[in-house]
RNA sequence: GGGCUCGUGGUCUAGCGGUUAUGACGUCGCCCUUACACGGCGAAGGCCACCGGUUCGAUCCCGGUCGAGCCCA
């Protein structure tokens, strides 16, 4: 791109952001197998593909971004790569909804290729977002887990867990959701309130409370606590079922509320997650009453058909007629729900796939990682230390990947398929060999299929070059793990149990959680509260840039940050700001070049560079720290309030001069521009590479992170006085009514040190200004003392009021030289080193003058006539 | 019901055991100073949620109360 020889005077950042992204090669952001710089790779969470990358996805990959480009420029071996989690059911839903299906009215494949069409439309449309956003993603690891080939690695991990005894097939209660048609796990069931009625009946002349009275047929027992006095007599007793005439049990059991409803209780297979557990440890009967598809079984007698809904209403209808039922009143509840279409789950016995969960090993393996910010470590220890059941990985749905196993139609043997052979449908596909039991050629698929967490759980070992059949990936573990902590209890906790049932080892070193987006309500968004902001409504705006400051800035990382067009709005004029710096900066650096040998000399210069030298060196250390709000307001400040404020106001004049004052000048502007660009690189791309491009020296993310260090405290802090004596004289004009360019007369400056600033706040001030060292030709009077508390406190303890008070007690001309030790209640005390220091006012003796104090230093103005 | 995080000017937000508590937006006043009015200079606005405790000293540490958000049961 061509150097402009004329800067627009209004920067565009949507045309620029666009320009440059059409200009960026995919190349430039790829992953290089054979370098021996060190590697950072990262495990880019695979978002799934609903053609919506939202505002939450943005600042994931913001953050992600911002350290991924701030890492290459620091020499790493970067990988940024981009996944899709295909499979599922909210894709298979959208098809059913689109198409006017359901699953089974299409054949298998059918419905599969209409999924694949939609999820590929959708992957395109996040696609176009993300390059939008200027994220440098290596688009040449980009992984889909719909197709062949990454399929073929979780089925081959599948079949290397099977082998290795983690993952076993038994029949077990597990949660079911009856639309979908599928067992789901644990961390897809959602809990929602709601209003429902409690129905106290007689059964078998003992009053029971329950909440479910379809699940009648299905009760197993009556439970009541073992020291409920009123249920004593029931013990051993057995009861006889209303309406459906089974005899069953009384159990008795310490779990049970008795201050609950009747304080009896009846269980059923099954009506919640207790009942499993009191099913399991009093041995009771299985009795299943509701099918797969929500209908009630043939055990519901006259019931049958009826969906769960129908059937309560007609047993309570039952119950009426019979007499038995007493009362009812209202139950607030909580339910499981399908975390997809929000049918409440019922807990079905079905014979099911289940990995063990080994919750020591993966606690241990989470406490080995560094947690950024650390605290989100407790949410992994919170829901390890709950886990009861194994996970239930298999489904009973169609867009996923296939369970390669096939079973004998003879003998029933599990056959596998030979990982080389892999991917395979075992519903289209035949095994190659007999069966090795029987000898039989006829076999029967795996209709099941997996979890989706199964494909994305080894996202890890799939970047890390993993290719289904070597004992480890190649590039494994990887660097970082970025994601959000909603998804901390699936797809961490999976990853992490995957890892070290497929390697024996942690997957990454580090896992940096980010929070949630909430509106500007201060609420999580959604569609209800209509408090949602889409990223494009930004980038169309804004842009990409603004977006990404508002990313970086507008909390702290780690913590939920509330959507704020606010801070879009700064992010933006900050961008205009720094590119009136640069278009100034650039002009005069065009006017007759830059001199590389120019001395950097003055002490306004060398102010700029230790400024800037520890601007580089705070920024580097947030960014290591993945404190990006840090980062990027030390820039802020460091371009808005130093350079532009403060620096280019004291060296204009020299500037619209000649000579070596200004080569200096031109020569420090360019340095200070050049290391700005590479700072701002990582967090707003576009301008950075926009700015930079002036500078005739390639593109700014090819250029290293700035090691920039000028260590010159002494110019540090004089220039600091010169900066504020600028200012604080700025001030007075403006409380004087002067125009701030208006000739100010005779300045004087009372230094305790000789302080030359080469005549910048002359010009500056459009003042004529004299140095002086000590203030001759003034008085001063000893007024009060200021104290270092915290060298007060420190030393005095419990006597530092005393103290102080007995310091201010002291005589002025005491006080006025060094003291070395003050009475305290009657004790001789020493006075601490720096524990205070006299505050003079200032007396001007024959004409009258202005004073301005900065610190130590005194300045008096002559105003001119 | 449990866990986690948080409560800082009107709004959002940074921060720290010790001078005058950070910045942004908004408000008000002055200024079109040859990079920038999407700007400059300045002003007002805070019992740092409340109550106890530790400490010479607490917005910060500890305990409790109240409130909010998130995650979970």
Known sequence: ??????????????????????????????????????????????????????????????????????????????????????????????????????????????????????????????????????????????????????????????????????????????????????????????????????????????????????????????????????????????????????????????????????????????????????????????????????????????????????????ILGAMADAGILKRQEPLEQRVGTCWRCKTPIEILSERQWFVRVDPKAILAAARELRWVPDHMLLRMEDWVGKMEWDWCISRQRIFATPIPVWFCRDCGEMVLPSVTDLPIDPTRDQPKVPCPACGSTRFEGETDVLDTWMDSSISVLNVTGWDGIAPRPPLFPAQIRPQGHDIIRTWAFYTILRSLALTGEKPWEQILVNGMVLGEDGFKMSKSRGNIIAPEEILGKYGADALRQWAAAGAATGSDIQFNWNDVVAASRFQTKLWNIARFSLLQLRKGGVDESAAMGLLADRWLLARLSACVAEVTEAMEGYQFDRGLKAIREFAWEVLADEYIELVKGRLYGEGEGRAGAVRTLDTTLDVLCRLLAPFIPSFAEEVFSQLGRGSVHAQSWPDFTFDDPLALGDGEVVARIVAELRRFKHEQGMALNAPLGEVTVMAPRAIDDGGDAGRALNAIVHWQVGTQGMSRELVDVKFDKAVVGKNLRKDAAAFMDAVKALPKEVLASPVSSVVVNGVDVPVPEGAFAPVYATLVGGEQVDVVTVGDVLVTVRRSP
């Not at 020889?5 to 430039?28: F, G, I, N, S, T």
């Not at 996805?57 to 970067?78: E, H, P, S």
């Not at 990454?150 to 983690?166: H, V, W």
Request: aromatic share 12%; proline share 6%.
């Open 1 to 314: 791109m061509s150097i402009h020889p004329e800067l627009p005077k209004a920067y565009d950042a949507c045309a620029v952001e666009e320009r440059w992204q059409a200009h960026w090669r995919d190349e430039d952001h790829y992953f290089s197998r054979d370098s021996d710089r060190p590697r950072f790779i990262i495990d880019t969470p695979p978002p799934y593909p609903t053609g919506n990358f939202h505002i939450g996805n943005a600042l994931n990959w913001c953050y992600i971004d911002f350290f991924a480009r701030f890492k290459r420029m620091q020499g790493f071996n970067v990988m940024f790569p981009q996944g899709w989690d295909c499979h599922g059911l909210p894709t298979e839903v959208k098809v059913e909804e689109q198409q006017g299906i359901t699953k089974n009215d299409v054949p298998r494949e059918e419905f599969r290729r209409l999924c694949r069409e939609l999820t590929e439309k959708n992957i395109d449309l996040m696609r176009r977002t993300m390059r939008r956003m200027a994220f440098s993603i290596d688009w040449s690891n980009e992984y889909v887990t719909m197709q062949p080939a990454y399929y073929r690695k979780t089925q081959a991990s599948f079949l290397r867990m099977l082998r290795e005894g983690y993952i076993y097939r038994s029949e077990h209660p597990v949660n079911f959701c009856t639309r979908c048609e599928t067992a789901i796990a644990f961390a897809e069931v959602q809990y929602e309130g709601r209003t429902t009625k409690l129905n106290f009946f007689d059964f078998d002349g003992v009053e029971i409370a329950t909440s479910r009275p379809e699940l009648l047929a299905a009760c197993v027992a009556v439970a009541v606590h073992p020291e409920d006095e009123r249920y004593t007599p029931l013990a051993n007793r057995t009861l006889r079922v209303p309406l459906f005439g089974h005899d069953v049990p009384v159990i008795r059991d310490e779990a049970v509320d008795p201050a609950f409803g009747s304080g009896a209780v009846m269980i059923c297979t099954f009506g919640d997650k207790q009942d499993v557990v009191w099913w399991k440890t009093h041995d009771l009967d299985l009795r299943p009453a509701i099918d797969s598809t929500g209908h009630m079984t043939a055990l519901a007698g006259e019931y049958e058909g009826m969906t769960a809904p129908e059937c309560r209403e007609a």
